[in-house]
T-cell receptor, first 118, second 115 residues
């Protein structure tokens, strides 16, 4: 099956610094990727839609200047958390969208990146 | 707010029993999917049911979809200790004009299987 990887799998950073998380589709091209955030004991919330070659679309309440998304190639999207604060500590999960046949498609999730801001 | 709502929020049963989780959503959908997540880990895709399907089976899993009630259920039969995890339903909305859509996740059911 299709594989999506994330790097790093976990990261600890100091408050005020920036952290970049990568999401790669390893065996297929993904024009669209999604970024989700999951706080402890909560569900996943869609943060933004990342489109290759164009600006990301952010969900309501997600600060686009704080969460910078770059989808420069068909296999890589990056999420940069700028000026991170402890409240940004969360599990960040990406997914890649792949058309399977006709109108059908599937989303493949990465393993997630746990960010801890101290 | 999240579209999907699962109930119960937590469920504890004995190994070997069946576990049923329910999910409700608010608007018309293309597909509904169920995922499992072990504590602190990534998502495992369990099953996808399309809006024109009513029931689907995969091993010990049985999923139903009632679009008139905007609800779905996930049944795990003959539960095992390894089934202990959080289970989420996720929907993608009907849209026109092409393009991909992110998933809307329910709040999840935390399932504990007592050995």
């Amino acid at each position: 099956g299709a594989v999506v990887s994330q790097h790093p799998s976990w990261v600890i950073c100091k408050s005020g610094t920036s952290v970049k998380i990568e999401c790669r589709s390893l065996d297929f091209q993904a024009t669209t990727m999604f970024w989700y955030r999951q706080f402890p004991k909560q569900s996943l919330m869609l943060m933004a839609t990342s489109n290759e070659g164009s600006k990301a679309t952010y969900e309501q309440g997600v600060e686009k200047d704080k969460f910078l998304i770059n989808h420069a190639s068909l296999t890589l999207s990056t999420l940069t958390v700028t000026s991170a604060h402890p409240e940004d500590s969360s599990f960040y999960i990406c997914s890649a969208w792949r058309v399977t046949s006709g109108p059908n498609y599937e989303q493949y999730f990465g393993p997630g990146t746990r960010l801890t801001v101290t | 707010s999240q579209q999907g709502e699962e109930d119960p929020q937590a469920l504890s049963i004995q190994e070997g029993e069946n576990a049923t989780m329910n999910c409700s959503y608010k608007t018309s959908i293309n597909n509904l999917q169920w995922y499992r997540q072990n504590s602190g880990r990534g998502l495992v895709h369990l099953i996808l049911i399309r809006s024109n399907e009513r029931e689907k089976h995969s091993g010990r899993l049985r999923v139903t979809l009632d679009t008139s009630k905007k609800s779905s259920s996930l049944l795990i039969t003959a539960s095992r200790a390894a089934d202990t995890a959080s289970y989420f339903c996720a929907t993608d909305l009907m849209y026109s004009g092409g393009g991909a859509d992110g998933l809307t996740f329910g709040k999840g059911t935390h399932l504990i299987i007592q050995p």
